[in-house]
């Protein structure tokens, strides 16, 4: 039983002791689907000890250049090739593409850049990616919107009760259960504006002279 940290062997009659750690991964909305009825609620919460949300790629474009730089790195050392670099037009490229593959598509797109590179210098052909584009159904389309609105209703909610503070023991990232970084990334993605949440007597003007407050 994962609850009690044991488990019985095949033919067992003895109850044998673990130590372990259990990691899940998922790109699904577990809370939705509980909610739903589609995922069991008691398992749910014996795994949702230390959340962790992961943006997709397209939502952290900002890391997408050190992503590069440490990839490119990593294919020449395999394939024993010195490329060093993608050119900046083809670094403009993937920071701008929708990366549907997420970190995966990524890694093959430099790998297969790697193979063709005869310099220092790797190149992104356009093709490459307009290839890789999928067309997404009416089905995925409808599901995407519908858990980006409940994920939107539970973001909202937590900076209502918290009146708009995101850090803190009673922030909207500590309600949620997730990291205030992640909970940053989720805002900013889903353009909620937090501030309107906050009360009056946390809105205040520095008078740039004097360094007074006011309302």
Not at 51 to 71: G, K, N, Q
Not at 95 to 121: F, H, K, S
Not at 149 to 168: F, N, T
Request: a positive charge.
């Amino acid at each position: 039983m994962l609850q009690e940290r044991e488990f019985e062997r095949v033919g067992g009659t003895h109850p044998v002791p673990i130590d372990v750690r259990v990691l899940a991964a998922t790109n699904c909305d577990l809370q939705a689907a509980v909610a739903a009825g589609k995922f069991r609620a008691d398992l749910y919460y014996r795994l949702n000890v230390f959340p962790i949300h992961m943006p997709a790629l397209r939502d952290r474009t900002d890391d997408i250049p050190s992503l590069v730089e440490h990839l490119i790195a990593r294919c020449a050392a395999k394939m024993g090739k010195n490329v060093r670099r993608v050119g900046d037009d083809s670094l403009d490229r993937l920071v701008t593409y929708a990366w549907p593959g997420n970190i995966r598509e990524l890694q093959n797109v430099l790998e297969r850049a790697v193979i063709l590179c005869e310099g220092e210098t790797a190149r992104i052909e356009e093709a490459w990616l307009d290839s890789g584009k999928a067309v997404p159904s009416s089905e995925s389309i409808g599901l995407s919107s519908s858990l980006m609105r409940r994920e939107r209703e539970l973001i909202e909610a937590a900076l209502e009760k918290s009146m708009g503070r995101v850090a803190g023991r009673n922030g909207a990232a500590g309600l949620l259960g997730i990291p205030r970084t992640t909970l940053e990334s989720r805002i900013k993605s889903l353009q909620i504006d937090k501030f309107r949440y906050k009360s009056s007597a946390d809105c205040f003007v520095v008078h740039p002279k004097t360094g007074t407050r006011s309302q």
